[in-house]
């Protein structure tokens, strides 16, 4: 028994996480994520599974997912409730977004990981941060007005050199 327990061990080690996957978000997450999209216009939605207005825009962020912006698009499920369970991947899935970056908060402590994304935060969800190329930070709470998105993504555009 322990001699499987050892294959299986070694074997998720030298794989890395399948498609879909929601990455933990843990302490330190935030300035990793801010760096690997450095200079690239980026969207952070956060969601849960518990919030009905996330669960009503999901199909947009689908949308905006399958059109070729250049953007990156990252969503993180911010709801404490689903730290331990997998019903954030199985609802990317359903909606046509599990090829998208996605993490989920796993930390008992929220309020840090709040806190490092934005002092002001208090959990409130829907979130949306709309990281500019220059790194300027346009805040959305609440739900997003897509038409709104789809003029910060036009303004990103232009600011292609």
Same mark, same amino acid.
């Given at each position: 028994?322990?001699?499987? %327990?050892? %294959? @299986? ?9 399948l ?13 990793? @994520? ?9 969207i ?5 599974i ?5 669960? %009503? ?33 199985q609802? @990317?899935?359903?909606?046509? @977004? ?18 490092? %994304?934005?002092p ?42």
């Open positions: 028994m322990t001699r499987w %327990i050892v %294959i @299986l061990l070694a074997l998720s080690v030298g794989f890395p996480a498609a879909g996957d929601a990455r933990p978000f843990l302490h330190g997450s935030w300035q990793e @994520l801010r760096r690997q999209h450095q200079n690239k216009p980026t952070v939605h956060f969601w849960g518990t919030c009905a207005p996330c669960m %009503i825009e999901m199909p947009h962020w689908a949308k905006l997912a399958e059109a070729d912006h250049n953007v990156d698009l990252v969503l993180i499920d911010a709801d404490p409730l689903s730290e331990t369970s997998d019903a954030d991947t609802t @990317l899935a359903k909606m046509g @977004l599990s090829q998208t970056e996605s993490w989920r908060f796993a930390d008992d402590f929220t309020e840090r990981l709040r806190y490092e %994304i934005d002001k935060w208090q959990g409130e969800l829907p979130l949306t941060l709309l990281i500019g190329r220059d790194s300027t930070v346009r805040k959305v709470v609440g739900s997003a007005d897509f038409v709104e998105v789809q003029h910060w993504l036009d303004d990103q555009e232009g600011m292609k050199h």
